[in-house]
């Protein structure tokens, strides 16, 4: 740029160097979209032209749209202390899914989906620079607008900021090798080079180690090579995706790690696997733990604030269907009760000798801010602290690392993210197991089942992805013992009918030899009546003169 008498004005080799990422830009975006178009091909290949270039529209409409909105609330809720509504902060799969609805064919609408999830969460290194640079750009550019400048893109802004770490923050940090644990270390590593001042407080570490204290209840129950083992680490049934466990498979699969065992001690390198050792993990990334009533100027009465705010943070979050547990809850209303008593000066914290002018919760949920509605923000999401970061003066954004750090958000609105590569490799061993094992179940699945249930087998196994085959030769195994019950369930019953008609036969044999004995009884006793009876008697010997008398006629 070139000023004379007070005009401003770009130079020649300004705008060749516009030229230059201009076209850099633009290669990166048909590397993008001709990735997204070649996957979208493979998931449906009778695609024409025409619809394939209505896809391409439609998902460049979804990215847009999408990271035009956020970068400018994330603008807006560092310059303007302005908070994000949960609408602001729009949902990319909420806009992919609004724009699959444009596409009549159901089999294309599904293949779409299904690109637009690989293009955002398993995207190639063209995809992925196109991302970081569509949404770091959109961020800027609006960062520009609020701050024409620059006068605020400080880094001594972060000196004077106390910043308080929720779990959800902390966690990839101390989960080595999980799918955003780079850019949680790059995170705090940036905020440390800051001078960043970070807190947090012992409950919101209690619910990172309870995160691994599951992983590490799990891992004593069931094995690496268990088959429950590989349904908690591709979130299959009621499990959720643990990071502890994500980080094993792919530092395992990179040969970094053996066991389990190998991989705890790799977290925790003193040997020993209790409460102070995980906190020290935290604390080696320069996180203070300051108990809120450790606090200047905490009194009892303070203890009844907090239980009012846990109660309208529960009712919030009921109301939502996002409520977890207590702890979380009782997490949060001491994050609310400290900022508001740290920016109103009632609360310091000892030891602290900067004066901090700000208060911020960094943390993937905005409850704080949905429930309470305060003029100031109150969280910050990582998201908008690292694009800050990397906004300042000498910093240069990675894509990679950014990528992560957009995950990071979606997987605390409950997607999984797999590595397909490593968990191939990781559970090679199962998969080849299944293979193997495949042919000899199908003979019996073929000869125990009827045909409506055999058809096609071989293709449905093909087109099962290799991680899911021992699911599907699990599952033949599953309806083989299910029909083998049916039958045994059926020879029971036969068996309980046939037994049922048997006594019903003896039953009906001892009602008529009953009937008949009676009846021989009835004659029995007559007869004798009769022979005490002289009438009779009499009679009979008449009866007996009668024959006589006509044989001899």
């Excluded at 690496?224 to 680490?233: D, G």
């Excluded at 009533?293 to 109660?311: C, M, N, P, T």
């Excluded at 000066?345 to 900067?354: A, E, L, Q, R, W």
């Amino acid at each position: 740029m070139a000023e004379v008498s007070g005009e401003v004005s770009i130079t020649s080799s300004g705008r060749e160097k516009v030229q230059e990422y201009k076209a850099v830009r633009e290669t990166e975006k048909d590397q993008a979209y001709g990735q997204f178009s070649l996957n979208l091909k493979n998931n449906d290949g009778g695609l024409t032209e025409v619809q394939l270039q209505k896809c391409q529209e439609l998902a460049e409409e979804a990215i847009v749209a999408s990271f035009a909105n956020r970068g400018l609330t994330i603008a807006n809720q560092v310059f303007s202390g302005r908070s994000a509504s949960p609408g602001e902060l729009s949902d990319v799969f909420g806009l992919v899914s609004d724009k699959a609805v444009e596409i009549e064919d159901m089999e294309i609408r599904a293949a779409f989906v299904e690109a637009m999830h690989q293009f955002l969460v398993e995207p190639t290194p063209p995809q992925r620079k196109y991302l970081a640079s569509v949404s770091q750009g959109y961020f800027l550019y609006h960062l520009l607008g609020l701050d024409p400048k620059c006068c605020q893109v400080k880094q001594d802004i972060f000196q004077r900021t106390l910043w308080l770490c929720d779990s959800s923050v902390m966690l990839p940090l101390v989960a080595a090798g999980c799918h955003n644990h780079d850019y949680a270390v790059e995170l705090f590593q940036t905020l440390a080079e800051a001078n960043a001042l970070l807190f947090t407080t012992p409950k919101l570490l209690q619910e990172t180690r309870e995160h691994f204290d599951w992983a590490l209840r799990f891992m004593k129950t069931a094995g690496a090579e268990s088959p429950e083992f590989l349904r908690a680490a591709l979130v299959r049934g009621s499990y959720k995706q643990n990071l502890f466990l994500d980080g094993y498979i792919r530092l395992s699969a990179d040969g970094q790690v053996g066991t389990f065992k190998d991989y705890i001690d790799l977290i925790f390198r003193s040997g020993t696997i209790d409460r102070s050792s995980f906190d020290r993990n935290i604390i080696r990334a320069g996180i203070h733990v300051s108990n809120i009533s450790d606090l200047k100027g905490f009194v009892q009465e303070d203890w009844g604030e907090i239980e009012e705010a846990k109660a309208e943070i529960q009712s919030g979050r009921e109301q939502r269907g996002i409520y977890r547990s207590s702890l979380q809850v009782e997490s949060e209303a001491e994050i609310w009760v400290l900022i508001n008593n740290l920016r109103s000066g009632k609360y310091s914290i000892p030891g602290v000798d900067t004066v901090s002018e700000r208060f911020y919760f960094v943390s993937q949920s905005r409850v704080l801010d949905i429930v309470f509605q305060p003029e100031a923000v109150s969280t910050w999401t990582p998201e908008a602290v690292y694009r800050y970061l990397s906004a300042l003066p000498g910093k240069q954004t990675n894509p990679d690392l950014l990528q992560q750090c957009m995950l990071n958000e979606y997987y605390y609105a409950g997607i999984s993210f797999i590595d397909k590569d490593r968990y191939l490799r990781f559970f090679g061993p199962s998969i080849d197991s299944a293979k193997a094992s495949y042919e000899k179940e199908k003979s019996k699945y073929v000869s125990e089942l009827e045909e409506a249930y055999t058809r096609n087998l071989d293709e449905a196994f093909d087109k099962t992805p290799d991680l899911e085959k021992p699911f599907f030769v699990a599952q033949m195994g599953w309806r083989l013992a299910e029909a083998s019950e049916q039958r045994e369930d059926l020879s029971r019953k036969r068996a309980i009918e046939a037994e049922a008609k048997v006594k019903q036969l003896e039953s009906e044999r001892d009602k008529a030899w009953r009937t008949r004995e009676r009846r021989r009884q009835e004659q029995e006793a007559a007869r004798l009546r009769n022979l005490q009876n002289p009438k009779h008697v009499r009679r009979l010997a008449k009866q007996a003169k009668k024959r006589k008398r006509k044989k001899k006629k």
